[in-house]
């Protein structure tokens, strides 16, 4: 059943229309219909499975914003915000959906040729593709991998580490140095094919949280991919990773603050039920002072997020806000996840409770760049910085 009042708060965000209300709706049901029975097996599985994407496909809940040319609706950023809240409110093990349709679709929308357009935008929409966005190395750089053109292709060397979707895409979006003479630029970015010669993909690994986000290694031995499976320009792979890293943050941070937000209502209701020596746990004073401390987060929270997404939508260059954004309420709702569990005590330490799977979900969040001191490298030029 769709949680009506909290869908119609929505209604005091200026950048949600009398429309984006309706397809939150919509999709909620689907969501609590499809999503909300089976997650649990999925993810004792530790993948989602490809139908339900396809469901999500057939329903028009992927990639809204593309062009209708290529199956979309042309839906403005604030239904994507629609769909990341309502993937993070089931589980953050959705969080691999959100590659395929506002990740690597972005990058092929943005950057790729027609062709590229043609080939792949229509299936990531629909569900029947699968995607990874290979980015991350041992060393949180991408130079470690190259490229380098050898008899009419780009031959790649060098691994991956940690890539969401990783152990079972179809299609990869693969940083790599292929510029050798100008330090830490000359970066490219391939399109590669899950059958590539020389692709090999590693084990599921197994993780500490987001257990339904399937994650592997990618291994690439002198692996051949056409001249054409170039993303955009050669050697501007860094350019473009740059002009994504806006919404990428912003939507981080959304996401973490929704995945507290969820920690906090599952908290409410245990002290709803709870008594500690015949008394309503909800009404001890230390409980409702940490309660009030943890609304008051998400208040502020909540107000900066929205601030950022009218000024996206805007399109203001807020790339420096929005990673203060992604490290204060990555921060921030990991200290809200500790909270509530003290107010679970022991009672939340249940493996199979919600609680303690959504407290092991949050502490991935803060690792989406590295540690944090290299998300406060982005802003941390004092000449740039208002205060």
Same mark, same amino acid.
């Given at each position: 059943?769709?949680?009506?009042?909290?869908?119609?708060?929505?209604?005091?965000?200026?950048?949600? *229309?009398?429309?984006?209300?309706?397809?939150?709706?919509?999709?909620?049901?689907?969501?609590?219909?499809?999503?909300?029975?089976?997650?649990?097996?999925?993810?004792?599985?530790?993948?989602? $499975?490809?139908?339900?994407?396809?469901?999500?496909?057939?329903?028009?809940?992927?990639?809204?914003?593309?062009?209708?040319?290529?199956?979309?609706?042309?839906?403005?950023?604030?239904?994507?915000?629609?769909?990341?809240?309502?993937?993070?409110?089931?589980?953050?093990?959705?969080?691999?959906?959100?590659?395929?349709?506002?990740?690597?679709?972005?990058?092929?929308?943005?950057?790729?040729?027609?062709?590229?357009?043609?080939?792949?935008?229509?299936?990531?929409?629909?569900?029947?593709?699968?995607?990874?966005?290979?980015?991350?190395?041992?060393?949180?750089? $991408?130079?470690?991998?190259?490229?380098?053109?050898?008899?009419?292709?780009?031959?790649?060397?060098?691994?991956?580490?940690?890539? *969401?979707?990783?152990?079972?895409?179809?299609?990869?979006?693969?940083?790599?140095?292929?510029?050798?003479?100008?330090?830490?630029?000359?970066?490219?970015?391939?399109?590669?094919?899950?059958?590539?010669?020389?692709?090999?993909?590693?084990?599921?690994?197994?993780?500490?949280?987001?257990?339904?986000?399937?994650?592997?290694?990618?291994?690439?031995?002198?692996?051949?991919? $056409?001249?054409?499976?170039?993303?955009?320009?050669?050697?501007?792979?860094?350019? @473009?990773?740059?002009?994504?890293?806006?919404?990428?943050?912003?939507?981080?941070?959304?996401?973490?603050?929704?995945?507290?937000?969820?920690?906090?209502?599952?908290?409410?209701?245990?002290?709803?039920?709870?008594?500690?020596?015949?008394?309503?746990?909800?009404?001890?004073?230390?409980?409702?002072?940490?309660?009030?401390?943890?609304?008051?987060?998400?208040?502020?929270?909540?107000?900066?997020?929205?601030?950022?997404?009218?000024?996206?939508?805007?399109?203001?260059?807020?790339?420096?806000?929005?990673?203060?954004?992604? @490290?204060?309420? *990555?921060?921030?709702?990991?200290?809200?996840?500790?909270?509530?569990?003290?107010?679970?005590?022991?009672?939340?330490?249940?493996?199979?409770?919600?609680?303690?799977?959504?407290?092991?979900?949050?502490?991935?969040?803060?690792?989406?760049?590295? $540690?944090?001191?290299?998300?406060?490298?982005?802003?941390?030029?004092?000449?740039?910085?208002?205060?």
């Amino acid at each position: 059943m769709v949680n009506t009042m909290a869908v119609n708060k929505d209604e005091s965000r200026s950048f949600f *229309t009398k429309e984006h209300l309706l397809f939150r709706r919509s999709f909620r049901e689907f969501l609590d219909n499809e999503a909300v029975p089976h997650y649990h097996q999925w993810e004792k599985e530790g993948e989602i $499975p490809r139908s339900f994407r396809k469901k999500m496909g057939d329903n028009g809940f992927l990639s809204p914003w593309l062009d209708v040319e290529f199956g979309g609706s042309g839906a403005d950023f604030a239904y994507s915000v629609v769909v990341a809240e309502e993937l993070e409110r089931i589980r953050s093990g959705l969080a691999g959906i959100f590659i395929d349709s506002d990740v690597v679709a972005r990058y092929i929308a943005s950057f790729g040729t027609i062709d590229q357009k043609h080939r792949f935008l229509p299936g990531l929409r629909s569900g029947e593709l699968l995607s990874a966005y290979a980015l991350s190395e041992q060393d949180a750089c $991408p130079e470690q991998t190259t490229a380098v053109k050898k008899d009419g292709y780009y031959r790649i060397t060098g691994a991956k580490t940690f890539i *969401t979707n990783g152990y079972r895409a179809d299609l990869m979006i693969v940083a790599c140095k292929n510029d050798f003479g100008v330090g830490l630029d000359g970066i490219s970015l391939l399109l590669v094919d899950k059958d590539t010669p020389g692709l090999t993909m590693g084990r599921k690994l197994v993780k500490d949280g987001r257990n339904g986000l399937e994650t592997a290694d990618l291994f690439f031995d002198d692996a051949a991919v $056409p001249l054409e499976s170039i993303l955009g320009e050669e050697g501007k792979g860094l350019s @473009y990773i740059n002009q994504n890293s806006q919404q990428e943050s912003l939507m981080c941070a959304l996401k973490s603050l929704m995945a507290a937000k969820e920690m906090y209502h599952l908290t409410k209701g245990y002290v709803k039920e709870g008594k500690t020596f015949n008394k309503n746990i909800s009404q001890c004073p230390k409980t409702r002072s940490t309660f009030a401390e943890i609304a008051t987060d998400i208040q502020v929270g909540s107000t900066l997020v929205d601030d950022l997404i009218c000024k996206h939508m805007d399109g203001e260059n807020i790339i420096t806000q929005v990673s203060m954004a992604e @490290y204060w309420i *990555t921060k921030m709702s990991k200290r809200i996840s500790d909270r509530c569990m003290q107010v679970h005590d022991g009672y939340g330490h249940r493996s199979d409770d919600k609680i303690i799977r959504r407290h092991r979900d949050i502490s991935v969040f803060s690792t989406r760049k590295g $540690p944090t001191d290299i998300i406060k490298n982005l802003f941390a030029n004092p000449n740039e910085l208002d205060a």
